[in-house]
Structure formats: structure tokens, C-alpha cells
């Protein structure tokens, strides 16, 4: 069993930057793949960024490759989600997630890939 936290969130102008924590209970979080996905009001949950549980692959959706970079801290049990050059259409519940598959190309996106999902964070970019 994996229980995730998200922190971090909050109200940021165009053009600045949050970084996001996921905090993960047990002791095998670094045998997880974990993600970031988002969810706009109205709009479908959509992954946002993934990395692997071993080397560090990573993986990140096209509207936010060269801005967010996910990275992962196993010591701390904790994932991170830096997010700069924050535009209003990042606006988004920003859920971390946990996999027990190995991830790649073809299977990152999908939330069934992922077993464990925290309860989600604001995240609010203003214009």
C-alpha cells in the first residue's frame, strides 16, 4: 500500500513558478514509477509527467516539455513537480500518482497505469 500527499499548490502569476511535493508512505516508494497528472474544471484528468522508478526515465506531456521537470528523492519518499514559465491554462487539481508497472511511451499517460492516487492540490495561474 502507497498513501501520497501533494503540497504546494496555490495562486501564482503568468510567468512564475511553483514547485509541487508528493509525499509517499512505505517503504518500497522507490520501487514506484510516479506520475503527475492534472484535471481543469470541465476537462478530462490528463498526464502531465511521469518518471520511472529506476535510472530516472522521465517522461512529459508536450504542453509542458522545457517548463515543469519532475524529479524524485527516495530517501525523502517524496517526487517533486517544478513548474516554471506557469501559463493561465496550467490551471488544474494537480494529482500525483503511483505505479507498480514499469512505465514507457506507450502506457505513462494512462491513469490505469497508475494503482495509487493522492487527493490533489490547486494549482491557480493568474493572467
Known amino acids: 500500500q502507497v498513501q501520497l500527499v501533494e503540497s504546494g499548490g496555490g495562486l501564482v502569476q503568468a510567468g512564475g513558478s511553483l514547485r509541487l511535493s508528493c509525499a509517499a508512505s512505505?517503504?518500497?516508494?522507490?520501487?514506484?514509477?510516479m506520475g503527475w497528472f492534472r484535471q481543469a474544471p470541465g476537462k478530462e484528468r490528463e498526464a502531465v509527467a511521469a518518471?520511472?522508478?529506476?535510472?530516472?526515465?522521465?517522461y512529459y506531456a508536450d504542453s509542458v516539455k522545457g517548463r515543469f521537470t519532475i524529479s524524485r528523492e527516495n530517501s525523502k519518499n517524496t517526487v517533486y513537480l517544478q513548474m516554471n514559465s506557469l501559463k493561465p491554462q496550467d490551471t488544474a487539481v494537480y494529482y500525483c500518482?503511483?505505479?507498480?508497472?514499469?512505465?514507457?511511451?506507450?502506457?505513462?499517460?494512462?491513469?490505469?497505469?497508475?494503482?495509487?492516487w493522492g487527493q490533489g492540490t490547486q494549482v491557480t495561474v493568474s493572467s
Open positions: 512505505g517503504r518500497t516508494f522507490s520501487r514506484y514509477a
Open positions: 518518471i520511472s522508478w529506476v535510472g530516472g526515465k522521465t
Open positions: 500518482a503511483a505505479s507498480a508497472m514499469s512505465l514507457s511511451d506507450s502506457i505513462w499517460r494512462l491513469a490505469s497505469s497508475y494503482g495509487y
